[in-house]
């Protein structure tokens, strides 16, 4: 009984502790002689002003405490909780608290606010200039593509300050900046131009208010798991649409409840709270493919910002697709055995060894729907004179040549030929997978002269 009464005392002194902290913190009731620095004896005075200015051990010191005092993470959640509990406020400021509880990062409340083109441009008529120098860019790309069998399309994601607009915080009228946005700006743009695009944004605003279930959480950034899963077939059929081939379909199980899967939770997780916002427990679908015999593998590249991720968590992706590389921000590369950044590729190359080309994005990202790679891309496919590059000839022929896929498969099972390719390459300053073509070349070339 002691030990019992001990333990609720020590827990209310400890939340009375947190409270004052918090209520210190929030409204500086108190006021205290600021934490200075020390001065370190040394015969040479411009060593000890430089290093020792006052305040420089103890914010050092201070840094120091703040990851290894004993407790730490009991003592943070439970600040978090209180701050959270009392003031419904977070001490992350990367994350805007909306009504009943709502949570929005930060790129999500820039797009709310007009704030994020100020990123990529000085105004709007500069950011609308880019925008149109980037459709023109599409345009260009998807035109050569499809002369080859290739098809581009463009799918914009939705975002949670268009969905979700009615849990928003009120701001006021003066925080808005720009109005221009590339959401709005985009679509009609590229129906005049005939860009090919999958409009999810759209859709999610038009469904919102009827479907059964969660197109985003309280708790999250992202579209959920299973707003995600059930866009699979519309993905699918739009697909087969565009390009004649016949894929694979799929068709989904019955809804069940289990633990939050990733990125369900991804804001509440950095908040570091001791109690959830909400049910840790959410529904999902398992996704089934047919066994159709005459149905086609594709291979898909995509490139695009972190939305794509519904995809790669929920859909059996290798049961669809024969390759399905995801270049997250034409920066770093998922999903594929051979590079891992997309400053190794050939940009050609893999372009035109793609069934499916995709740029995916939110209304967020829209604004930088670049980000090199359309730049790149159009440098690749057409010459100063905007004609197709020569080099496509080139490099279909080796794409498409039976004879080369083997050697391609040898080389990535050869870890030592590999790595010596890769050497070849960085002295060459060329992508390695031209350096394994002409490797290829030269093996190619040995047995013809032996055949001879």
């Known amino acids: ?28 009731l108190f006021k205290f002689k600021p934490l200075a620095g020390v001065i370190v004896a040394t015969e040479r005075p411009e060593l000890r002003l430089k290093s020792f200015m006052a305040g420089d051990y103890q914010k050092q010191f201070d840094a120091y405490l703040g990851e290894h005092f004993g407790f730490r993470e009991v003592l943070i959640r439970n600040y978090n909780q209180l701050i959270w509990s009392l003031f419904h406020q977070t001490t992350n400021e990367f994350i805007t608290v909306g009504k009943d509880g709502w949570l929005f990062n930060e790129y999500v409340m820039s797009h709310y606010l007009g704030k994020s083109i100020y990123g990529y441009a000085h105004d709007e008529d500069e950011m609308t200039r880019k925008m149109l120098a980037d459709a023109r860019r599409i345009q260009t790309i998807q035109t050569v593509l499809e002369q ?3 098809r581009l399309f463009v799918i914009i994601a939705p975002s949670k300050d268009m969905v979700c607009d009615h849990y928003l915080p009120e701001v006021k009228a003066n925080e808005r900046l720009a109005t221009v946005r590339a959401i709005d700006y985009y679509p009609p743009l590229f129906d005049s131009l005939g860009i090919h695009c999958l409009n999810f944004s759209d859709y999610f605003l038009q469904i919102r208010d009827t479907v059964s279930y969660p197109l985003y959480y309280k708790s999250s950034s992202h579209w959920t798991n299973l707003a ?56 999902y679908v398992d996704v089934f493919v047919d066994e159709d015999s005459t149905a086609i593998k594709p291979r898909w590249l995509v490139v695009g910002d972190s939305y794509f991720r519904g995809f790669q968590y929920n859909l059996p992706l290798d049961r669809l697709f024969r390759s399905h590389p995801y270049w997250r921000y034409n920066t770093t590369i998922y999903d594929d055995p051979r590079h ?21 994005y939110t209304p967020c990202n829209l604004f930088d729907l670049n980000r090199g790679f359309l730049t790149q891309s159009v440098n690749c496919l057409v010459d100063a004179n905007g004609k197709p590059s020569p080099r496509i000839a080139k490099v279909l022929s080796e794409i498409n040549d039976p004879e080369r896929e083997p050697y391609r498969e040898g080389v990535f099972r050869n870890q030592e030929w590999l790595e010596s390719i890769k050497e070849k390459a ?24 032996k055949q001879e």
């Open 1 to 28: 009984m002691r030990r019992q009464t001990l333990h609720i005392v020590l827990s209310l002194l400890t939340l009375a502790l947190l409270f004052l902290s918090s209520i210190q913190q929030r409204f500086s």
């Open 148 to 150: 080859h069998g290739i």
């Open 228 to 283: 995600a899963t059930y866009l699979a077939d519309t993905l699918v059929h739009y697909m087969e649409s565009l390009s004649g081939l016949n894929l694979h379909n799929v068709s989904f199980g019955d809804p069940y409840v289990d633990w939050a899967r990733e990125p369900d939770m991804d804001l509440e997780v950095v908040l570091n709270l001791k109690h959830p916002i909400e049910t840790n427990r959410f529904p």
């Open 340 to 360: 891992g950044n997309t400053s190794e590729v050939d940009l050609l190359r893999e372009l035109l060894s793609s069934d499916f080309v995709t740029l995916l």
């Open 426 to 449: 960085k002295r060459s300053q060329i992508p390695l997978d031209e350096a394994i073509e002409r490797d290829i070349d030269w093996l190619l070339s040995q047995r013809k002269a």
